[in-house]
């Protein structure tokens, strides 16, 4: 789920793809009936998601020494009752496919964009006004739709710390970064969030959620940051100190600037494994690993590797940048990524799943689509589960037929495509950048809201825009 989960999640739905597993059922992989499920099995999911928003705001010095172990612990409360029902052939193979096909390379994504990221130093002297830092959140939400909303968010994120480092009132800014930056702006093009950038792989045309996306983001990106203007002028005048003046002679520049030819790149590698079908597969205990995927990330480990190089550590030491983020989202989206095994697959199982109920909302009487059920239902569960598999499932449902989608069913991908990529702002496990955003923002000692904290932000300013969009597109 941190994933909603859940960025750079485009292995994730890869993993997901019911293709892959008749394929791996062709190979004799061991399996089990996700039907016989009970929702008694997403316990120890729900157990490190509570963990995760409980420990930090009731323990915080316990948490920060013991949050490896916890992640463990739960993981190990699935897989040990998991290897017991099912066998230790088949925990193995949800494992070892759990680890190939989608956290290692999911990491490896997020590596490389929070590394190379990491190397671009905006220097000068920015203050953070409101019309400042409304026009930095509309700029990174415009770039997310390019460089996805990890890799726009991990290159604004420094910068927006930095002008607003004078600030007492500033915690409202990075929520509404939040929102913006590692979610709602990367609504645009496949390359922006992982959802999109599966529907393109299953088919659906690039430019697709450019046309169709392209209103739904308007409104609800211009609603936010009409708000966040209002709000942040509010707060603005209730400062106790003031704003520190620009100096002329010292105008923005960028240092490190190599590190956006080498975000190219990542975008490249990435794009690399959707449309480079080498026909070359090989196996590790029954998983089945593409050459083009172990080239995209051998890829972008390199670009990780050259941005260290070529990078002058002085741009790295002024962004204060160190791998605490990465080394705590890696230890917790293991254990998310192991326990959340029963919860996809109950939703996978469909309308013969433990979830039926909620999987026979997106229909009617009549057998048509429900298209603000699709939206809502998309979107809470990719809220707190990872969006990228939600998407999928919910496309699947919708029939997982691109061109029908495309065409006559165009509505219910639109409803699947906003409520995956929009409500992945619901919870800091929503989208993986939305928990590096709080992570380096406590770093640089802001206290960000607590889990339900946050939640009660997005209850408030996101939920009625929600609201607005199914009545303006999906009624």
Same mark, same amino acid.
């Given at each position: 789920m941190m994933r909603s989960l859940s960025a750079a999640l485009i292995l994730v739905v890869l993993a997901c793809d019911p293709a892959l597993a008749a394929e791996n059922a062709?190979?004799?992989?061991?399996?089990?009936?996700?039907?016989?499920?009970?929702?008694?099995?997403?316990? @120890?999911?729900v157990g490190i998601l509570l963990s995760i928003a409980i420990f930090p705001l009731a323990?915080?010095?316990?948490?920060?020494?013991?949050? =490896?172990?916890?992640?463990?612990?739960?993981?190990?409360? *699935?897989?040990?009752?998991?290897?017991?029902?099912?066998?230790?052939?088949?925990?193995?193979?949800?494992?070892?496919?759990?680890?190939?096909?989608?956290?290692?390379?999911f990491i490896i994504l997020l590596l490389s964009l929070y590394t190379v990221a990491g190397g671009v130093r905006l220097r000068g002297r920015l203050s953070g006004t409101p019309a400042t830092n409304t026009g930095m959140l509309a700029l990174g939400t415009l770039a997310a739709s390019f460089m996805g909303t990890t890799g726009a968010a991990m290159l604004f994120i420094r910068p927006m710390l930095d002008a607003n480092d004078w600030r007492h009132y500033r915690v409202h800014t990075f929520v509404f970064f939040i929102f913006l930056v590692a979610n709602i702006g990367g609504s645009?093009?496949?390359?922006?969030?992982?959802?999109?950038?599966? =529907? *393109?792989?299953?088919?659906?045309?690039?430019?697709?959620?450019?046309?169709?996306?392209?209103? @739904?983001?308007? !409104?609800?990106?211009?609603?936010?940051?009409?708000?966040?203007?209002?709000?942040?002028?509010?707060?603005?005048?209730?400062? @106790?100190?003031?704003?520190?003046?620009?100096?002329?002679?010292?105008?923005?520049?960028?240092g490190g600037s190599i590190n956006l030819l080498l975000l190219l790149g990542v975008v490249g590698g990435v794009l690399l494994s959707g449309l480079w079908k080498s026909g070359i597969t090989f196996e590790i205990y029954h998983v089945p690993i593409k050459l083009?995927?172990?080239?995209?990330?051998?890829?972008?480990?390199?670009?990780?590797?050259?941005?260290?190089?070529?990078?002058?550590?002085?741009?790295?030491?002024?962004?204060? *940048?160190?791998?605490?983020?990465?080394?705590?989202?890696?230890?917790?989206?293991?254990?998310?990524?192991?326990?959340?095994?029963?919860?996809i697959a109950i939703l996978r199982a469909g309308t013969d799943g433990a979830l039926a109920p909620v999987v026979s909302m997106v229909f009617d009487a009549e057998g048509n689509p429900n298209q603000p059920m699709f939206f809502w239902l998309t979107g809470i569960l990719s809220g707190f589960l990872d969006n990228a598999p939600t998407y999928l499932v919910f496309f699947n449902t919708a029939g997982g037929d691109a061109q029908e989608l495309m065409g006559p069913m165009a509505d219910t991908l639109l409803a699947?495509?906003? =409520?995956?990529?929009?409500?992945?702002?619901?919870?800091?496990?929503?989208?993986?950048?939305?928990?590096? !955003?709080?992570?380096?923002?406590?770093?640089?000692?802001?206290?960000?809201?607590?889990?339900?904290?946050? !939640?009660?932000?997005?209850?408030?300013?996101? !939920?009625?825009?929600?609201?607005?969009?199914?009545w303006l597109f999906f009624m």
């Open positions: 062709h190979h004799g992989a061991p399996h089990f009936d996700a039907t016989s499920l009970g929702l008694i099995w997403a316990v @120890p999911f323990a915080p010095s316990f948490w920060h020494h013991h949050f =490896g172990k916890i992640s463990a612990l739960w993981a190990l409360l *699935f897989l040990a009752p998991f290897t017991l029902q099912y066998g230790f052939d088949v925990a193995l193979y949800e494992v070892v496919h759990t680890a190939f096909l989608e956290y290692i390379p645009l093009t496949p390359l922006g969030d992982p959802p999109l950038f599966l =529907g *393109f792989l299953k088919g659906v045309n690039f430019f697709w959620t450019t046309t169709h996306m392209f209103l @739904p983001l308007l !409104v609800i990106a211009g609603a936010l940051l009409l708000i966040y203007y209002l709000l942040d002028s509010l707060v603005h005048r209730k400062e @106790p100190g003031h704003s520190p003046k620009v100096e002329q002679e010292e105008p923005l520049s960028l083009q995927n172990v080239a995209r990330d051998l890829i972008l480990l390199a670009l990780a590797g050259l941005s260290l190089v070529v990078t002058d550590r002085e741009h790295r030491r002024a962004n204060a *940048f160190t791998w605490f983020p990465i080394i705590e989202v890696a230890k917790l989206f293991a254990g998310i990524f192991i326990t959340i095994i029963p919860a699947i495509s906003c =409520g995956a990529v929009f409500m992945g702002a619901m919870t800091y496990i929503g989208n993986a950048p939305n928990f590096m !955003v709080r992570s380096i923002c406590e770093e640089r000692g802001l206290p960000m809201p607590s889990f339900f904290g946050f !939640v009660l932000w997005s209850a408030v300013f996101l !939920v009625p825009l929600y609201l607005l969009l199914t």
